[in-house]
């Protein structure tokens, strides 16, 4: 893992920060200058420098340099896939528990979003280890993880189909970005440890019941929660002070659920609405009185 806290060297992703807070995401290249608007930003002035400190361009314009924090990589860097985003990546970490020593599959690689977030988490005594088919993804994928992050000995690679072949045992968390990730659920179910926490990223609500519904049928799953995440930045400045008028909605929902040694009970329907009736008024007479 590269620290933060080192001088910039050549293939370091780097950030400019221009007065008006506009980011311009680059990767360093010894002898490149970056054209912002027709003005030039040498990266020869950058190379050995260390982040934090004021650049002057061309033309004299100021820009601040920075290495970009995780959030900032993801959503600048090359992507051949829709990744991940940062609002749903900080709940994968925390509602799947990702935590330091974890051996963790993925599946699919994608650009590298996911891998990355997680391999920051599972540290130098983790591992993470991606799924995905296809040669072109892995490939974006391992120049995005390797900007960021330097060489990552514990991350592995499997050019394998995982709707067809398993090949990991004893995984601590499952994450799944899949189109039907319901297929994963019977394969992948006997490498899990018991405890073990899965976790799936869903652009519809439709593939959430389908996914629901094999976790319920492998009747070794308990504990399982639906949910989206919602993101609404605010402005603040001076006597202005408002939410933006643009704010990050629905990307995916994300299911997370718990492997459990003994087979689960069936999970208990939920009375229809109207058959509560006669008890909501009797409780709403009660609290008049």
């Not at 993801?74 to 509602?95: E, F, S, W």
């Not at 990702?98 to 051996?103: E, F, L, M, R």
């Not at 933006?244 to 939920?270: D, N, S």
Request: net charge negative; proline share 7%.
């Amino acid at each position: 893992m590269k620290d933060p806290k080192l001088p910039f060297q050549e293939g370091d992703p780097v950030i400019f920060l221009d007065r008006k807070q506009r980011v311009y995401y680059r990767v360093l290249q010894a002898g490149k200058k970056t054209d912002i608007r027709g003005d030039m930003l040498p990266h020869d002035a950058v190379i050995g420098h260390t982040e934090g400190f004021l650049l002057r361009s061309q033309r004299d314009i100021s820009f601040w340099v920075f290495r970009p924090t995780i959030n900032e990589h993801i959503v600048n860097m090359p992507r051949g896939a829709t990744v991940i985003y940062p609002k749903d990546l900080g709940v994968i970490l925390q509602y799947a528990d990702i935590y330091p020593g974890a051996k963790v599959v993925e599946a699919g690689h994608g650009s590298g979003a996911l891998a990355t977030a997680l391999l920051r988490a599972v540290g130098p005594t983790g591992q993470v280890i991606s799924y995905d088919i296809r040669q072109d993804f892995i490939n974006n994928a391992r120049k995005n993880l390797k900007n960021f992050l330097g060489e990552i000995p514990n991350h592995l690679v499997r050019e394998v189909n995982i709707y067809e072949q398993f090949e990991d045992d004893a995984v601590d968390r499952l994450i799944l970005d899949l189109p039907e990730p319901w297929c994963v659920v019977p394969l992948a179910a006997p490498h899990l440890r018991p405890g073990a926490i899965i976790c799936s990223y869903s652009p519809t609500v439709l593939q959430v019941k389908s996914f629901c519904e094999a976790l319920h049928q492998a009747r070794c799953f308990v504990d399982v929660l639906s949910l989206e995440t919602l993101l609404r930045r605010w402005n603040v400045e001076s006597m202005s002070v408002r939410p933006e008028l643009r704010m990050i909605g629905h990307t995916g929902f994300l299911t997370f659920a718990r492997k459990v040694e003994q087979p689960a009970e069936a999970p208990i329907a939920t009375e229809p609405a109207e058959n509560n009736l006669d008890e909501i008024s009797e409780l709403d007479e009660s609290a008049e009185s």
